[in-house]
């Protein structure tokens, strides 16, 4: 290893040890496609499978579709901001619950 860092990185020869370990730390935490369709995937997953769920609890109750965007969708937000207090933001707007959406829900079922 010493005879390839003298060949081939001249420059980095009088480099300390903590030099490498920040630059093996800055290498390991690099975003990466996998690491990032992994996490895009799973909280889109996520997100489209509560949307399914909400709109057979709708279909089920015989309630208009639109209840989900103007009641259950302003409850939930109103739950995790209250009880969980976390933003709710994000949450919320991973869960499609649009007439378009929910057409395609029946559509595919």
Same mark, same amino acid.
């Given at each position: 290893?010493? %005879?390839?860092?003298?060949?081939?990185?001249? %420059?980095?020869?009088?480099?300390?040890?903590?030099?490498?370990?920040?630059?093996?730390?800055?290498?390991?935490?690099?975003?990466?496609? %996998?690491?990032?369709?992994?996490?895009?995937?799973?909280?889109?997953?996520?997100? +489209?499978?509560?949307?399914?769920?909400?709109? +057979?609890?709708?279909?089920?109750?015989?309630?208009?579709?639109?209840?989900?965007?103007?009641?259950? +969708?302003?409850?939930?937000?109103?739950?995790?901001?209250?009880?969980?207090?976390?933003?709710?933001? %994000?949450?919320?707007?991973?869960?499609? +619950?649009?007439?378009?959406?929910?057409?395609?829900?029946?559509?595919?079922?």
């Amino acid at each position: 290893m010493q %005879d390839h860092l003298r060949r081939c990185h001249p %420059d980095k020869t009088k480099k300390d040890l903590k030099y490498f370990q920040t630059l093996k730390d800055k290498f390991q935490k690099r975003p990466t496609l %996998d690491r990032m369709f992994a996490s895009t995937s799973q909280r889109n997953d996520y997100g +489209l499978r509560t949307s399914y769920n909400i709109s +057979l609890l709708i279909a089920k109750s015989g309630k208009p579709h639109t209840i989900g965007e103007k009641l259950i +969708l302003p409850a939930v937000e109103e739950i995790l901001k209250t009880v969980l207090h976390k933003p709710a933001s %994000d949450s919320i707007k991973r869960i499609p +619950l649009s007439n378009n959406t929910v057409e395609r829900h029946t559509l595919l079922n």
